[in-house]
């Protein structure tokens, strides 16, 4: 069983920061890539960021310059620093986790969310 657990959401005010972090376990035999999506009310879930196994990254254009997303893989935990935080950002963020279990099974794995709310 390939669980992820995420920690670090909250109430900040705007140009505040946030930390989030995401914990895969379980039987993982390699794990591609980890990331953060956001689906805020009303609005479909969208990336923010992605990080490889290997280091690349990908963020989306509102987020660049203000969030950073970073990898520990000997812990298999994916972090993303957020700053300068605007009301905008306000949404459900969601880890993400493409790899392989047991058997070289695919896995693709949703965390459960956790709310991120920026407001004065």
């Known amino acids: 069983q390939v669980r992820l657990v995420e920690s670090g959401g909250g109430l900040v005010q705007p140009g505040g920061s946030l930390r989030l972090s995401c914990a895969a376990s379980?039987?993982?035999?390699?794990?591609?890539?980890m990331g953060w999506y956001r689906q805020a009310p009303g609005k479909q879930r969208e990336l923010v960021a992605t990080?490889?196994?290997?280091?690349?990254?990908n963020s989306a254009d509102s987020v660049k310059g203000r969030f950073t997303i970073s990898r520990d893989n000997a812990k298999n935990t994916v972090y993303l620093q957020m700053n300068s935080l605007k009301p905008e950002d306000t949404a459900v963020y969601y880890c993400?986790?493409?790899?392989?279990?047991?058997?070289?099974?695919?896995?693709?794995?949703w965390g459960q969310g956790t709310l991120v709310t920026v407001s004065s």
């Open positions: 990080i490889t196994s290997g280091g690349s990254t």
């Open positions: 379980g039987s993982i035999l390699s794990i591609n890539a």
């Open positions: 993400n986790l493409r790899g392989y279990g047991l058997g070289y099974s695919y896995l693709e794995l």
